[in-house]
DNA sequence: TGGAAATTGTGATTTAATTAACAATATTTT
DNA sequence: AAAATATTGTTAATTAAATCACAATTTCCA
């Protein structure tokens, strides 16, 4: 039984809300706050939350902790997941930096470059291997999750050593589409393509 | 007639994939062909461009360049659009340099910060200028769409001031959701819950 | 206590997106 | 030049996602 897309990247976005309400002490959140927090109504949320299983208390709205406890346990089943960064220019940086110490179920514990001038950095903890040794790295510290920032003309490359290496969740950023085996997940991410559908939607107005 | 949304996003992708074939010296590509360039397969891409209403010469494939310039049409229709950065941090800084002299017809003019070391410095040639400018600058520039890469808890406070200052087009990369009007168009990205979406899959595989 | 009101959970319906199916047409082969 | 093949464009069918509609339940309050 696995859950839609869509439902499992709402189910993110809500536990980041309820995450916010805990810490604001609100113990109960109805549906349509929940929905008026997102972009989305109220049968949505409720449709999510079937999804998962959980069932509120009537009419008091759902259990802010008890939703997050069962969010979480779909999102962080298991052990959690090690997850690298390939390519430390501008964009893998910023990235790091960001997500390191974020969400503890998700701990990026390498970063790879062929830069030398990178190689041994410490960027927020986490140290830069040299790319070549990424398949012993990857391996020695099960990492299977990989966030590819490298330039454009290595992402090709550098995503068949990750396959190899027996990666099993991909990001990418770069702006070619990778190829991969089914049974690897791939998320692309481009954000040329988003900013020029931004901009087409602001020259031809939807409705 | 504006188009279906994943549409616009894959004639975009599609465009870039055009543009290399050029390079290549390519000067016609078969539906399949592009269809494998991306996740995707031919049907769809014949769809997508029965969409924008470009028909091929029967069985030679589309012309590239022709093909080209039909979603360019399309997607630059009318004249370029400006752009601003708003917060020149990590992140800030990486989409601008990358951005910048990427696509002719979107062009960065400008980023805010309130940070004081950041007003008045220089990246890949855009001016940072104080955020208390920004509506006085936007409108001067005629700016219609911000790259919004501030820290979340002054997202909803530089959203109101975009919409306030006539922002059309927003992409937001803060992780919390922001409300705009109906008329401005929104694309939200959030790689928390897209590295979330990656460990719910990699840990429980479809099919 | 007995409505009235609020809210959830879910079957049924609608809408949007994708995929299948195939006729039409151009090209190649024999 | 007839038959076989490859490819497009599009209608129809399917699938996936979102929304509607409403019964069931709980709470409120007169
Ligand atoms: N910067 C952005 O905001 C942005 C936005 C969208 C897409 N991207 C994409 O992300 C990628 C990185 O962008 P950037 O701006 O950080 O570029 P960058 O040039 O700053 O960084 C690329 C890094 O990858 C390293 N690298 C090159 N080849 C490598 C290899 N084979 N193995 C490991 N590392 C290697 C380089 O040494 C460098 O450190 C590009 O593909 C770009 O298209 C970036
Ligand atoms: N760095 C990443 O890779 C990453 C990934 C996902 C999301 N984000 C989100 O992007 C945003 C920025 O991330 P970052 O890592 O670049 O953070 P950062 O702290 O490096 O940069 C934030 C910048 O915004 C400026 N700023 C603060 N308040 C402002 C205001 N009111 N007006 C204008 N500028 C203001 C700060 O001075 C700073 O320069 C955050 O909301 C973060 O959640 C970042």
Tied chains: 1, 2.
Excluded: W
């Amino acid at each position: 039984m696995t859950l839609p897309e869509r439902t499992v990247e709402r189910l993110s976005e809500y536990r980041r809300s309820l995450l916010q309400c805990l810490e604001e002490g609100k113990t109960h959140i109805f549906s349509h706050e929940l929905a008026g927090l997102h972009h989305n109504t109220a049968v949505q949320v409720r449709r999510d939350i079937m999804f998962i299983g959980y069932t509120s208390m009537q009419r008091k709205g759902y259990d802010v902790r008890e939703l997050i406890d069962v969010i979480g346990d779909i999102l962080d089943s298991g052990k959690g997941l090690n997850v690298a960064v390939i390519g430390i220019g501008n964009l893998g940086r910023a990235v790091t930096t960001y997500f390191v110490g974020k969400r503890s179920k998700l701990n990026i514990i390498a970063t790879f470059d062929v830069d030398t001038t990178k190689i041994d950095r410490v960027i927020s903890g986490v140290k830069c291997y040299p790319i070549n040794r990424m398949k012993e790295i990857v391996e020695a510290n099960n990492i299977s999750i990989a966030i590819v920032t490298v330039p454009a003309d290595s992402a090709a490359e550098v995503t068949a050593q990750l396959v190899e290496a027996g990666i099993m969740g991909l990001m990418n950023f770069t702006t070619v589409p990778l190829n991969v085996p089914d049974e690897v997940y791939l998320d692309e991410y481009d954000m040329i393509t988003s900013l020029e559908k931004v901009a087409y939607f602001v020259k031809s107005p939807r409705n």
